[in-house]
């Protein structure tokens, strides 16, 4: 990998993510489209973007690294909501916002922003992987991350099945029942598949500076909590977690996928489960706009010191 390459496929996110944000600000995008925008990605293009990295592929992925990849997942999964509950404690975050906290800890932006940066620094091929990490995403955050939202509340929670088969997880589903397979789709399927899923990243970029520009930027600033958790998350948690993933995982191509999801910050979910669960929504926005601007340096940063 070249740094360069990663540093200004980076800034040239964090540029459209500047025009989205403009925008907003004049008025072109608002609350409204934003919602829309982000129905748009959730249920069409990020599904198309996932299928597309199989059936478009002529060169599938070896089943070892695959298996591998569903560990990773697995284990990810397994260990990030133990560290989030010490992290609280560890921060004294008051109780009624631990399971925010906890949850916006578990849970990164691995779609609207991680296969966008993955795609740029690994290509169209390594969104199939990071497809596996998002198909474990949604299984969580609508079984455990529900539970965390309504930690240390009196609110009844319940948890939808349905709810687990997002258009996400069933692309994925999907992606995986291709690559098993082996069928072919007519080019004209897939073309077409592929030249939607080739939207995801532009919209996903404008719909992040569209709704960071919704924040007041003043607030952000005087939560002084959210400093040493932002310091936590984008750079301690990933430099003490790629010493476990280099130890089991050999494959650089592999391990530097897993790395990245790792270093991505705060999945906008939090703000919309916030919202959803009568939650503290000023305390998500603020976080989630504070790890994505500081994203912007950590990851190129991280990937310099341990991936080239």
Do not use: W
């Amino acid at each position: 990998m070249d740094i360069g390459v990663i540093i200004n496929q980076m800034v040239q996110l964090f540029l459209v993510i500047g025009v989205g944000y403009i925008l907003n600000k004049l008025d072109i995008f608002d609350t409204l489209l934003n919602k829309k925008l982000s129905t748009l990605l959730l249920s069409v293009t990020t599904p198309c973007l996932i299928l597309s990295s199989v059936i478009t592929s002529s060169d599938y992925a070896p089943m070892n690294e695959v298996v591998v990849m569903l560990l990773i997942t697995i284990a990810m999964y397994t260990l990030l909501p133990i560290f989030s509950f010490f992290l609280v404690k560890l921060l004294r975050i008051p109780k009624e916002k631990q399971g925010l906290y906890m949850f916006m800890t578990v849970f990164s932006n691995v779609g609207f922003m991680g296969f966008p940066v993955i795609e740029s620094i690994f290509g169209s091929e390594a969104i199939f992987y990071a497809a596996i990490i998002n198909m474990g995403f949604n299984l969580m955050i609508y079984s455990v991350g529900v539970l965390m939202m309504n930690y240390g509340t009196k609110r009844h929670t319940r948890i939808e099945l349905k709810s687990l088969l997002s258009p996400g997880v069933i692309a994925s589903l999907l992606a995986f029942f291709f690559y098993l397979t082996r069928i072919s789709v007519p080019s004209v399927i897939g073309d077409t598949v592929a030249l939607i899923g080739s939207i995801t990243t532009p919209i996903a970029m404008l719909l992040i500076g569209s709704t960071l520009a919704t924040i007041p930027v003043k607030e952000i600033f005087s939560d002084f909590i959210i400093y040493p958790y932002t310091f936590i998350k984008q750079i301690l948690l990933p430099v003490v977690a790629f010493p476990l993933l280099s130890y089991f995982v050999k494959d650089t191509y592999i391990l530097g996928i897993s790395f990245i999801i790792l270093a991505m910050p705060i999945a906008n979910s939090a703000v919309l489960f916030s919202i959803e669960y009568d939650g503290d929504v000023d305390t998500a926005s603020k976080s989630v706009f504070l790890t994505t601007l500081v994203s912007v340096i950590t990851i190129p940063l991280l990937v310099y010191f341990y991936l080239l």
